[in-house]
């Protein structure tokens, strides 16, 4: 199965094309990222990743084509689209979100979507070895104000232990109790919130951030209808007070 | 000098538009005929009114997550009113800019998204120019003519040489037209839309019991500052609060007569300059005045300029109140214009929440950022 895969989710922008042997799928209930889906394992034909903070939205689409263009396929040699809707910043998720659905409109592949934390996970994981049978693996980013977005993860290939969540480090501390690996850009503030409370956290990889190129072994879910996930509403507060006083009726 | 308008020729293209620029999520197919005529095929507006409600204003991030919902399910509804799937499509166009950053990603990144899968050349439509254009699409109006942009975000007086050619003569110096009905709207307790609410409450009202300042007036420079009008009807309603409905329509109908004559006294100033610019070849142009814009909706602001503009020997066309508003209509055309012209972009192009029609056109004295 031949997967065209892009991730915006934070501050980079990548994308591969990967060659996955399909495995079980277990399509019971889409809610939560990841936890139920399809597992992948494969090859990557050709992939490209590029840091940067903003510019995702001028740099998708060309890469999409070189890349593309690199592995010698085309849209009809595709079996399939595959990116991560979040967790990730609102604008980030959105590129994403908005060319998949476009490009699914328009050549009627399937849609998958996956974490952005498993993402990097894999990556983590790819790149630090085994982390050990009783360790697990915390894959976090900054999510500014005082908060982090983490998921827990035993080892890539096998389903998430949690869903992708959005909470203080302090709170975030909380989930773990065997001994943790954490890694990505919220890892420094999840280890200082370890510290104080003398949990055997390790960081590792803190400037870590989501790469396409590894998303050949991670979880997978067919959706209808790809939607980004925020986790975190508007900014916006109703407004009151600012007309000047009717007459009573 | 800018050249009279050469009308681009070519095949007849269908153009496939998409604008998420502001508060409007929409998807439009027009046919562009090879001598510059154009018919809309379909035209969907989703308008997001309801979402931004609470705010009293349009809130950016609601904007671009409700944008994300919908614009697929209303590309695929313009393409099946029109009859046409996407591989009949010649050309893909999307407001670029200016607007809300988040909201223009969206629309930009699904016209690139199926520019690239479906090999079609893509157009950045600058979303100002795709209002400049319309009576082109709708009455067949070719430039030159002298131009009044009135929008929730915009007012400007522009010279339309041509597609791509424009020169900036007037701005506003604060707050945009329809930024003063909503305003307006807002502090009388009047729904959003402003622009509405306030036209249908001035219908009952006495436009002369309140005295509200004409603002600029009489100056040379034909700008616009609407910012004090508003703030002298707030001090007009604060003064005699609380409001009975009578009150309220009085006011309205007040903000309106000065709006008029405000608009009426900057666009006679820009009549002048238009004339003194295009001098002798005013016998082949003829002298042609567009309104467009949201604003270009109102009724009575329309009539009035017709009357200006007949005193002074200009035309007056205006895009049906359907197409005066954000529409997608007018971003297919737009890029099917420049398409037709080769003026095609490519598919690193930029979001541009800034994006000046005239980019010489030197800051109004005393303006902020919006001018």
Known sequence: MRLLVFDTSFSACSVAVISTSETTSCRSVPSALGLQGE??????????????????????????????????????????????????????????????????????????????????????????????????????????????????????????????????PTRAIGLVSSPTIVVGTGAAAFQKAADTRHRPVRMQQKDLQPDATYATGIHMEAVNSLRPLYLRPPDAKPQTGKSIPRVSQ | MPSVSQSPKGPPLLSLGIETSCDETAAAVILREPDGTGKILSNIVRSQWNDHLPYGGVVPEIAARAHVECLDDLISVALKEAGITLDDLSCVSAAAGPGLIG?????????????????????????????????????????????????????????????????????????????????????????QPGGPAVETQALHGDPARFKLPRPM????????????????????????????????????????????????????????????????????????????????ANQKLRGSLEELAQSRGFTLHAPPISLCGDNAAMIAWAGAQRFALGLNDDLAAPARPRWPLDQNAPAAIGAGVKA
């Open chain 1, 39 to 168: 597992s992948h394992s494969g090859s990557v034909l050709a992939s490209s990743y590029e840091p940067m903070e903003t510019g995702q939205a001028i740099r998708l689409i060309p890469m999409i084509e070189e890349v593309m263009s690199r592995a010698s396929v085309s849209f009809g040699d595709l079996d399939g689209l595959a990116t991560s809707p979040g967790p990730g910043t609102f604008t980030g998720v959105r590129i994403a979100v908005a060319t998949a659905r476009a490009l699914a409109l328009s050549t009627r592949l399937p849609v998958f979507e996956f974490s952005s934390l498993a993402l990097l996970a894999a990556k983590a994981q790819q790149t630090l070895g085994p982390t050990g049978a009783d360790h697990v693996l915390a894959a976090t980013m900054d999510a500014r104000r005082d908060a982090i977005y983490i998921q827990l993860f035993e080892n890539a290939k096998n389903p998430p232990l949690t869903k992708p969540q959005l909470l203080t």
């Open chain 2, 217 to 296: 007036r009489g100056r040379q420079q034909p700008h616009f500052s609407f910012a004090g009008l508003k703030t002298a009807v707030r001090q007009r309603a604060t003064e005699i609060a609380p409001l009975t409905e009578t009150d309220i329509q009085d006011l309205c109908a007040s903000f309106q007569a000065a709006v008029v004559e405000s608009v009426q006294d900057r666009c006679m100033r820009a009549f002048e300059i238009y004339e003194d610019l295009m001098k002798e070849r005013l016998e082949i142009t003829g002298k042609i005045f567009v309104i467009a814009g949201g604003v270009a």
């Open chain 2, 103 to 191: 909201g223009l990603i969206v629309g930009l990144m699904s016209a690139k998204a199926i520019a690239l899968s479906k090999n079609l050349p893509f157009i950045a439509v600058n979303h100002l120019e795709a209002h400049a254009l319309t009576v082109g699409l709708t009455q067949g109006i070719k430039p030159p003519y002298l131009l009044l942009l009135a929008s929730g975000g915009h007012t400007q007086l522009l010279l339309v040489h041509d597609v791509d050619n424009y020169t900036r003569i007037g701005t506003t110096i604060d707050d945009a037209l329809g930024e003063a009905f909503d305003k307006t709207a807002k502090l009388l307790g009047l729904p």
